[in-house]
Every structure is written in structure tokens, then in C-alpha cells.
């Protein structure tokens, strides 16, 4: 079946602008995550959505950064006032239940954000 | 909260060696995964591996859950193998953040032809 998808690919955005970024979980799945990745580093946590319950947002790294989700559908990651500190691929996964209850995660491609 | 380390940073191999990815954690853990990053970036499950050992074809991965660490054993590496390996655990006791997953800085693998 469809896997993770993400939107836009690629983003080129001036300094203090905002942005949306998109992401399309696996049918069916109820939880939905969004980290992010600098260049040659790995993975930080910024939001876990978890079904109907009050989203996970502690590793958003200012109130800059927001998400939503629809039910157990679409999600949108937004950048305010964007920072070239923003630059990074954006990554969302998703999983058919809790980590802890064996359910593994799967990766979209990624939202490479480049801040001019 | 807890800690994630890997090793080696990076390696570099000749196609057709067999190399041992390590992964170290500081605390109990509920869910560990190991993932393949290509070279375009695309994170690709490889094993759901908390305890125990498992096989896939060349590759296999074993989990000593009571001693904190996870092995992945890639034999006859091919060229295709390359890109940067990830551990990543979920904390067993709540630590930090609960249900996302905490990634190791990973180990960049280049096989050469």
C-alpha cells in the first residue's frame, strides 16, 4: 500500500517568512511524529500526535514551530518567522499504534527546508 | 533522559566484508529500530529489534536488552549498502518525551566497489 508522503519536497524560503510543510500518514495509522534533521546529524523529536489525545509537543524548539493534525489524517507542520537555523529536512512518520505496544514506525521522504 | 550511542561513526569497506554496527543505551527501553538512511535520504525500516535476535537475509541484529546494547551484522556488504545506519529507542520508563523514538547520531557506511 501508499507509504508516508510529504510536501513539497524541497522548500527555498526567505528569512522571516512562514511555512507549511505537509505530511500524509499511512492509512489508518493513529499516530503520527515529526522530526527534524540538520545536515549530517540525526534525528530530534519536535511533536507526536496519538489519536484523539492532546498532541506531544515537547520537542518543539520554539513558539515558532506548530502543528495540527486532522483526526487521524493530514498533518501540518508550520515555521513562523523562519530563521536560516530552520534550515533542515523535515521528517514524519507514522504507526498503526503505541511504540511501546511493538508497533514500528515508517519515514516519509522528507521536506528539505533551506532558508535563504 | 536517555542516551543513544553508536560506533563507529564511520567505516569504510571493501564489497564483500562483513562489519558490526553497535548501539549503546544508558536506560530500559520498550522499542528499538534500526533504520537505513540512503544516500537520498530516504529512512527505510530494517529491523523492530527491543530484545533478541533476527535475520534478513545479509543483514541480522541482536538485542541484549539486559546489558543495553543492539549489534547489526551486515555480511557480504554490497555497494547498495551504503548511507548511514540509525538506532533509535523508545524510553521504557517515561524519561523525556514518551512515544517518539530517541536516535542515535548513526554510523555513515561506505562500501566500495
Known amino acids: 500500500g501508499a507509504g508516508v508522503s510529504q510536501s513539497p519536497s524541497n522548500k527555498v524560503t526567505e528569512k522571516g517568512k512562514d511555512v507549511e510543510l505537509r505530511c500524509d500518514p499511512i492509512?489508518?495509522?493513529?499516530?503520527l511524529y515529526w522530526y527534524r534533521q540538520r545536515l549530517g546529524q540525526g534525528l530530534e523529536f519536535l511533536i507526536y500526535?496519538?489519536?484523539?489525545?492532546?498532541?506531544?509537543k515537547s520537542g518543539l524548539p520554539s513558539d515558532r514551530f506548530s502543528a495540527e493534525r486532522t483526526g487521524e489524517s493530514v498533518s501540518t507542520l508550520t515555521i513562523q518567522r523562519t530563521q536560516q537555523e530552520d534550515s533542515a529536512v523535515y521528517l514524519c512518520?507514522?504507526?498503526?499504534?503505541?511504540?511501546?505496544?511493538?508497533?514500528?514506525?515508517?519515514f516519509g521522504p522528507g521536506t528539505r527546508l533551506t532558508v535563504t | 533522559g536517555i542516551q543513544v550511542e553508536q560506533s563507529p561513526p564511520d567505516l569504510i569497506l571493501q564489497e564483500g566484508a562483513n562489519s558490526t554496527l553497535r548501539c549503546n543505551f544508558s536506560?530500559?527501553?520498550?522499542?528499538l529500530q534500526w533504520f537505513h538512511q540512503n544516500p537520498w535520504g530516504q529512512l527505510i525500516n530494517l529491523f523492530y529489534?527491543?530484545?533478541g535476535t533476527k535475520q534478513n537475509g545479509r543483514l541480522s541484529a541482536t538485542t541484549v536488552a539486559t546489558e543495553r546494547y543492539s549489534l547489526l551484522y551486515i555480511s557480504s556488504s554490497q555497494t547498495t549498502d551504503s548511507g548511514v545506519y540509525f538506532c533509535?529507542?523508545?524510553?521504557?520508563?517515561?524519561?523525556?518525551?514518551?512515544?517518539?523514538?530517541?536516535f542515535g547520531k548513526g554510523t555513515k557506511l561506505s562500501v566500495k566497489p
Open positions: 512518520a507514522s504507526t498503526d499504534g503505541r511504540l511501546r505496544q511493538g508497533y514500528e514506525q515508517y
Open positions: 492509512s489508518g495509522h493513529t499516530a
Open positions: 500526535f496519538q489519536g484523539n489525545s492532546a498532541p506531544d
Open positions: 536506560d530500559s527501553v520498550n522499542n
Open positions: 529489534i527491543p530484545s
Open positions: 533509535a529507542v523508545e524510553p521504557g520508563n517515561y524519561g523525556g518525551s514518551q512515544g517518539n523514538l530517541i
